[in-house]
């Protein structure tokens, strides 16, 4: 089994940055593909990035240029938040993915308040 677990989230000003990390546990090896995706208030859950094991990474239109991805040896990834913006706030979950497509755990999220 894998467990994740996310961190960083908090209040900050528009223009402001954050980094969120997802500490992953258990059975990593089994672990091909990790997403970052968001839900804010009403709204349904969206990808925000993704990376696979060999640190390739796509991101959602809307955070090019201002988010970036990165993992490490251990499974463990990192979504670099920049020029956040009041749009940006919602629950922020990261996701694990087997080789076969397959979700291995989700993390229990981490709020993104982005206000003045």
């Known amino acids: 089994q894998v467990q994740l677990v996310e961190s960083g989230g908090g209040l900050v000003q528009p223009g402001g940055s954050l980094r969120l990390s997802c500490l992953a546990s258990g059975s990593t090896f089994s672990i091909t593909l990790m997403g970052w995706y968001r839900q804010a208030p009403g709204k349904q859950r969206e990808l925000v990035a993704r990376i696979t094991s060999g640190h390739n990474t796509n991101y959602a239109d809307f955070v090019k240029g201002r988010f970036t991805l990165s993992r490490d040896n251990a499974g463990n990834t990192y979504l670099q938040m920049n020029s956040l913006q009041p749009e940006d706030t919602a629950v922020y979950y990261c996701?694990?993915?087997?080789?076969?497509?397959?979700?291995?755990?989700w993390g229990q999220g981490t709020q993104v308040t982005v206000s003045s």
């Open positions: 996701n694990a993915v087997s080789r076969s497509g397959a979700s291995l755990a």
